[in-house]
């Protein structure tokens, strides 16, 4: 139960945040000079440090190592995780005198980079928040929990779909899927659109039926869409990756899957591999589909031409992930116990490879058919 502090009583506060800790102390300075422009949680760290101004003792902050059995540190994580899936603004009480906090970038210290940043805030605060988004955004969080058992938040998905460990191209594409920003299904139904451009919103394989980012992703009866969760099915299978029917709310949380053995051990390999295939079928399966549509005559390849591809696709991972092992590539070569960790399993003959055939170029590697 959280107890508010008099004001008039020294506080030490336990963090195992140095980022927060950090800002309300040695970088208060600059990032109020710099208006909390482009800071992540900007306004809480505003709003905090005017209630930090309020208080007449003193305040310390001491850093505690995380995840580390600290008892208050584990409670307040608890509490911090039941925090972050509610709204920020019903969380805290921002009511104090606005002469205790800076309001604005000191011009001295803008520059255009900030006040580019600045511009966009401000434009995305008139844009609000889109339906669409949200929605998106609930169907991944409520699949991430159903399939995972771990309640994500918005901005933990955010940060996983758009992370560093995304490549730039699939970032793109969940980023366009979360917006709804392809134009698809009834984004050709305006008024103003000639009867044979509405026609496009219609899928013409499957009867007239509205062809949204769901029916091309999950539903399509075109070949394609079936053949390549088939085989992404038999991976995961054969990896001991538990299956669940596709949907785009799944396919957005695969930014974020959370895959533990028996021990409740996080098999990273397993979910490295896991957000690969099934965010890489769906951008595979929407490829497809714009091949299609490209060709002005929407025909289908064979579902024996839709497999090979997919597994090629999915062997050319596996080659660009041993070569990325390189040492040539110093901080930003993939660790070889990772590679190993995430195709191991699933691989051709695996039990006749050499035991360097991660970044041995010369060995001849492949994954299974998944087919079988």
Not at 302 to 315: D, G, M, P, R, Y
């Amino acid at each position: 139960m959280a107890v508010m502090i008099p004001r008039d009583v020294n506080a030490k506060v336990e963090t195992d945040s140095k980022y927060a800790m950090n800002a309300l102390t040695k970088l208060r300075v600059k990032i109020e000079n710099e208006g909390f422009i482009g800071r992540a949680n900007g306004k809480l760290i505003a709003e905090t440090i005017a209630k930090l101004r309020q208080r007449k003792a003193e305040t310390s902050f001491v850093w505690v190592k995380g995840h580390s059995g600290h008892p208050a540190n584990e409670e307040a994580d608890k509490l911090a995780g039941e925090g972050a899936l509610k709204e920020t603004d019903a969380l805290f009480d921002f009511n104090h005198p606005n002469d205790l906090h800076l309001s604005g970038a000191s011009l001295m210290h803008m520059t255009q980079k900030l006040a580019t940043q600045a511009f966009r805030d401000r434009e995305e605060l008139k844009l609000g928040k889109r339906r669409q988004t949200e929605e998106r955004t609930q169907q991944a969080r409520v699949a991430n929990e159903q399939i995972f058992g771990t309640k994500l938040s918005t901005p933990a998905l955010w940060k996983a779909v758009l992370g560093k460990k995304m490549e730039k191209k699939t970032k793109d594409f969940l980023w366009k899927v979360t917006h709804e920003i392809y134009m698809v299904g009834a984004a050709w139904l305006k008024d103003n659109f000639r009867p044979e451009i509405r026609d496009r919103a219609y899928c013409k394989h499957c009867h007239g039926v509205l062809e949204t980012m769901d029916h091309i992703l999950t539903e399509c009866n075109t070949p394609g869409q079936a053949e390549v969760w088939s085989i992404t099915r038999n991976l995961l299978d054969t990896k001991g990756i538990p299956w669940n029917e596709p949907t785009v709310g799944l396919i957005i949380s695969a930014a974020a899957p959370t895959i533990c053995d028996a021990k409740g051990k996080r098999r990273t390999g397993a979910e490295r591999l896991y957000s690969k295939l099934i965010i890489g079928a769906a951008k595979h399966i929407w490829a497809l589909r714009c091949r299609r549509k490209m060709s002005g005559n929407d025909v289908p390849l064979s579902k024996q031409e839709v497999s090979n591809t997919w597994l090629a696709k999915i062997n050319n991972e596996l080659m660009m992930d041993r070569a990325m092992t390189s040492y040539r590539l110093g901080k930003a070569a993939l660790k070889v116990s990772l590679v190993r960790r995430t195709w191991g399993g699933i691989l051709e003959n695996e039990d006749e490879l050499p035991r360097d055939w991660v970044w041995n170029c010369g060995v001849l590697v492949g994954i299974r058919t998944g087919q079988g």
